[in-house]
């Protein structure tokens, strides 16, 4: 079974930095491409950071480019987020998702989400 | 603003079909086969309902289907079920720098 889960949100005040973890199981993790999707309080979804499966490719979200990194490690399974200079628009739910094998765009398994609040 | 527009409500009854609508440009919905639409339930993560325009994953029921034309992508959903009222959301991948952005969502509600 295809698993996804993320940890490491939380509070956070204004400027600091925070570093999210999805850990995948149920699949050949580095034979697929991984993204970040994030969805604030009542708002829609909003797509933050895409990574290939190799890890040679990456995407940023204008909103989040200079800020936030987008990294893999095949050898832990992990998917990481790591969240500079916070600021309080970027509270929001984060989900790390699964793309579709051979396309772009289609998220075929996402995981439970973690909240990250940023307030003083 | 997203960048593409979804209508934000939709309804019908039981048995219905209804369809919703996402409207793009040709930098993204028009240029490219790369639609998809996400069924989110409240509290609950977004499940993936129909990629590339029109193909169903595994699991998902013949009830849903998309279609494309010009800059608007569509889903149809036939059969209405009270199980189907949910948040839908379609997506593209984009020419610009950013490589995926989605609608606004439609609130679809099952009288």
């Known amino acids: 079974e295809v698993q996804l889960v993320e940890s490491g949100g939380g509070l956070v005040q204004p400027g600091g930095s925070l570093r999210l973890s999805c850990a995948a199981s149920?699949?050949?993790?580095?034979?697929?491409?991984m993204n970040w999707v994030r969805q604030a309080p009542g708002k829609g979804l909003e797509w933050v950071s895409y990574i290939s499966s190799s890890g040679s490719t990456i995407y940023y979200a204008d909103s989040v480019k200079g800020r936030f990194t987008i990294s893999r490690d095949s050898a832990r399974n992990s998917l990481y987020l790591q969240m500079n200079s916070l600021r309080a628009e970027d509270t929001a739910v984060y989900y790390c998702?699964?793309?579709?094998?051979?396309?772009?765009?289609?998220?075929?398994?996402w995981g439970q989400g973690s909240l990250v609040t940023v307030s003083s | 603003q997203s960048a593409l527009t979804q209508p934000a409500s939709v309804s019908g009854s039981p048995g219905q079909s209804i369809t919703i609508s996402c409207t793009g440009t040709?930098?993204?919905?028009?240029?490219?086969?790369?639609v998809s639409w996400y069924q989110q339930h409240p509290g609950k993560a977004p499940k993936l309902m129909i990629y590339d325009v029109s193909n169903r994953p595994s699991g998902v029921s013949n009830r849903f289907s998309g279609s494309k034309s010009g800059n608007t992508a569509s889903l149809t959903i036939s059969g209405l079920q009270a199980e189907d009222e949910a948040d839908y959301y379609c997506s593209s991948y984009t020419l610009s720098s950013t490589l995926v952005v989605f609608g606004g969502g439609t609130k679809l509600t099952v009288l």
């Open positions: 040709s930098s993204d919905v028009g240029g490219y086969n790369y």
């Open positions: 149920g699949f050949t993790f580095n034979m697929y491409n």
């Open positions: 998702a699964r793309a579709v094998v051979a396309t772009i765009g289609g998220f075929d398994y």
